[in-house]
């Protein structure tokens, strides 16, 4: 079925826009309620991520005794920590869908929003993750320090904690249990 859906899209493009209008037209039941399945599909998938994200969240703010810990877009988790600098940088994680599930993989990151903030952790980062290129766009620095099958809560949680934990020592935070 993927392989008509590619090329049913490679015709289209190779139609004029009097040909699209016909057929759009003719078939516009059709295509309203692929799109309404698709959609479905996409809230269904987006709510069990925010669903879970939540789960992660409350468990980890008990664990770590850190109220910092948020979801801000409620598909990210997000935990920003500041040096006595007050230079940010922030522990985040979320959900990627993989096929046939939409918890397929948690990707934990480290991300700096600012040059000024990845120019004050990069060496040390560097040092500590040196087989991981960053990512950069725009002024945000990022490095995806540990991918997980999204259904090991456990492993996602001790990531997390160990990523928490050894930020906590690059901002000189003292670590509350």
């Known amino acids: 079925m993927t392989e008509q859906l590619a090329d049913l899209l490679t ?3 190779c139609q004029s826009n009097k040909q699209l209008s016909e057929y759009f037209y003719d078939n516009s039941g059709k295509i309203d309620s ?10 269904q998938t987006t709510q069990l991520q925010i669903k879970r994200i939540q789960e992660l969240r409350w468990a980890i703010q008990t664990i770590t005794n850190d109220r910092n810990w948020t979801a801000p877009d409620g598909l990210e988790l997000q935990c920003i920590l500041y040096n006595t600098a ?17 918890l397929g993989k948690f990707v ?21 993750y040196p087989s991981i290129e ?24 001790e990531s997390l904690m160990s990523v928490y934990t050894y930020l906590q020592g690059l901002t000189n935070h003292n670590v509350m249990f």
Do not use: H
Request: hydrophobic share 35%; net charge negative; glycine share 6%.
């Open 86 to 102: 007050l230079t940010p940088i922030i522990l985040e994680g979320g959900f990627e869908s993989t096929k046939g599930n939409p």
């Open 34 to 43: 692929l799109i309404q399945l698709y959609s479905a599909f996409n809230r």
């Open 11 to 13: 015709t289209f493009t």
């Open 134 to 157: 960053p990512i950069i766009a725009d002024d945000t620095t990022t490095l995806e320090v540990n991918t997980i099958w999204g259904n090991d809560i456990p492993e996602i949680m």
């Open 108 to 128: 934990i990151r480290i991300t700096t929003k600012t040059i000024q903030a990845w120019n004050y952790y990069e060496d040390q980062l560097m040092k500590d």
